[in-house]
């Protein structure tokens, strides 16, 4: 069994509410064989504007919301079903978790990672897995859930991980069509290095408090 002092932990909570109030990200890094490495756990502070302008149209009505998507296209939303959806499978990085090796100050305009890692097993590249999704529990007046990804390193090198952010689909009130667009709706900085063969599991926990 690893020894907890060989595990770097950075962990941060909010000096206004107790930890059990607020959303986290987590991250995880093991090596090719499973053996924990780094931990890190901290309060997710990074909601950008896209997040509040995808649940915004939601309840507008069409063409009252713009917003750019992850190629800084700005776009005219329209209320769906669809909206929020980032349940992308194996090899998918129009949408879910991602991460990259950027580390510029979140920012609420920011539309994409500063420097998003490709899909792949090339230099610089990494794998992603397909997400997870906890079911919505509720402790207590606290109400929350879990999304997550396993994202593997087979390109010959280390990688430091930086940045992680939830990347999610909207429709553009573009008829008759009205296409799926990707938006990033929340960036985080993290501190991870990961191994050739090791792989990186974010967490994001989202809850809201009574």
Known sequence: MQRSEEIK???????????????????????RHGKVLSRE????????????????INGSPPGGVSTPDTGNVWRSL??????????????????GIRV????????????????????????????HQGMTFSFIGVVGNVCSFELGRVIVNNSGGAINVAEAGIYCYAVENI????????????????????????AITITYTIRIVA
């Open 78 to 95: 329209l209320a769906a079903p669809s909206n929020f959806q980032c349940n992308a499978g194996i090899g998918d990085v129009s949408t």
């Open 175 to 198: 008829p008759p069509g009205n296409p799926n667009r990707p938006f990033m709706g929340a960036r985080d900085l993290i501190t991870q290095n990961v191994p050739d063969g090791g």
């Open 9 to 31: 932990t950075h962990h941060t909570t909010s000096s206004i509410m107790p930890e059990k109030t607020v959303s986290l990200i987590t991250a995880v890094v093991r090596d």
């Open 41 to 56: 756990r901290h309060e997710m502070r990074s909601f950008v504007r896209a997040w509040n302008h995808i649940l915004c």
């Open 100 to 127: 990259g090796t950027g580390n510029t100050p979140v920012d609420i305009a920011q539309y994409a990672l500063i420097a998003p890692i490709a899909e792949g097993a090339g230099a610089g590249q990494m794998q």
